[in-house]
């Protein structure tokens, strides 16, 4: 893999971890995402994540309880749709309310992250061969130039993280 490549998968790694936060003028809205839990699908296309990890606050590092749940889209490759019952979480120490989405979804989109990521490193195409099965071309458009505009943000970001979490020192 060349150090172009692995750019752009770290970039598109990075949608997932930069679109977490989203912040209005009025309440901060954040959600938390999840890499440890089990999916259960039901024949009517129903998806139930059982948890298998403790949630905290992303802005003030508080143990979040669960509130309630509400229905998401879920959509596949070849347009299938499911619908998953994600919770929201309560911080009683901040008073925010955060959603939980598990690692395979992206906030705010309805493909899974894998879809996206793939259309994002150019595995996936509008030119593809099975390129009806996935998002119409627009979307994949639309996806491509939120990362463009993002890019310095992100590139940023992860920079932030390896310094503060993993204490990189080497450039990428
Ligand atoms: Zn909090």
Excluded at 26 to 42: C, F, K, S
Excluded at 94 to 100: A, D, P
Excluded at 115 to 132: C, F, K, R, W, Y
Aim: one cysteine or more; a neutral charge; charged letters at 25%.
């Amino acid at each position: 893999m060349t150090k172009t490549e692995k750019e752009k998968e770290t970039m598109s790694s990075a949608l997932i971890a930069t679109s977490c936060l989203t912040w209005s003028p009025v309440v901060a809205v954040a959600m938390v995402i999840i890499a440890q839990y089990r999916l259960i699908v039901n024949m009517f296309k129903q998806i139930f994540c059982e948890v298998l990890e403790t949630s905290v606050c992303p802005v003030c590092q508080e143990t979040l309880k669960p509130r309630d749940s509400r229905w998401r889209i879920w959509c596949e490759e070849g347009h299938d749709v499911f619908w998953i019952k994600v919770r929201r979480l309560y911080c009683k120490h901040c008073r925010r309310l955060h959603t939980e989405l598990p690692d395979c979804l992206s906030p705010y989109k309805h493909y899974t992250s894998e879809t996206i990521e793939g259309v994002l490193d150019g595995v996936v195409t509008p030119h593809a061969e099975q390129s009806e099965s996935y998002p119409c071309e627009a979307t994949m458009e639309r996806w491509k130039q939120w990362l463009a505009h993002n890019y310095l943000f992100i590139e940023g970001f992860l920079r932030m993280i390896g310094f503060d979490v993993y204490r990189l020192v080497k450039t990428f």
